[in-house]
């Protein structure tokens, strides 16, 4: 009985030691040429990024959020030399046309680097990518969420707020 137990421990570390060692860029979603979307980066993951040649990093959760994480992502993005931005969504920090604008002002500031979007999740950041292809690169909705990988057929209120709808 111990025998098996040991292997069961054995064949669980090496699954849960696999899935730790996906890399960031697998997690996240390419939404562009050199555009991906994904959740919040571990400081571990920048130096993936660095490796991918990431120039830039846009994060759209609140400053608030970041204060909880046990690192800087302001820091370790200056280490490698990426153009760091805090386009702040969430609590006290509307979407808004506002917003919008912002983020396109650092799309057409980093059009020439690779890109990272990220919040937590990914969600608030697949939002608002979805609303600057409909508002700045002239796409349909179906083709914004389509890239995005929503089945959605139609926008939510936050990407409607965004337009200023």
């Given at each position: 009985m111990l025998k098996y137990s040991?292997?069961?421990?054995?064949?669980?570390?090496?699954?849960?030691?696999?899935?730790?060692?996906?890399?960031?860029?697998?997690?996240?979603?390419?939404?562009?040429?050199?555009?991906?979307?994904?959740?919040?980066?571990?400081?571990?993951?920048?130096?993936?990024?660095?490796?991918?040649?990431?120039?830039?990093?846009?994060?759209?959760?609140?400053?608030?959020?970041?204060?909880?994480?046990?690192?800087?992502?302001?820091?370790?993005?200056?280490?490698?030399?990426?153009?760091?931005?805090?386009?702040?969504?969430?609590?006290?920090?509307?979407?808004?046309?506002?917003?919008?604008?912002?983020?396109?002002?650092?799309?057409?500031?980093?059009?020439?680097?690779?890109?990272?979007?990220?919040?937590?999740?990914?969600?608030?950041?697949?939002?608002?990518?979805?609303?600057?292809?409909?508002?700045?690169?002239n796409k349909s909705t179906s083709?914004?969420?389509?890239?995005?990988?929503?089945?959605?057929?139609?926008?939510?209120?936050?990407?409607?707020?965004?337009?200023?709808?």
């Amino acid at each position: 009985m111990l025998k098996y137990s040991v292997l069961i421990l054995m064949v669980v570390s090496q699954i849960v030691m696999a899935e730790e060692q996906v890399s960031y860029l697998n997690k996240a979603k390419k939404v562009g040429e050199n555009v991906w979307i994904g959740p919040q980066p571990t400081a571990q993951d920048f130096d993936e990024l660095a490796a991918e040649e990431i120039g830039a990093v846009v994060n759209t959760r609140t400053a608030a959020e970041m204060e909880q994480l046990g690192y800087s992502e302001v820091e370790q993005a200056s280490k490698f030399n990426m153009t760091y931005d805090l386009l702040e969504i969430g609590t006290g920090h509307p979407y808004s046309p506002a917003k919008l604008e912002t983020f396109n002002a650092l799309m057409t500031a980093n059009k020439d680097k690779k890109m990272v979007l990220h919040c937590r999740s990914g969600h608030r950041a697949s939002q608002l990518y979805a609303a600057w292809l409909i508002k700045h690169q002239n796409k349909s909705t179906s083709e914004a969420l389509e890239a995005i990988g929503s089945n959605e057929t139609e926008l939510n209120d936050a990407m409607k707020s965004l337009l200023g709808q």
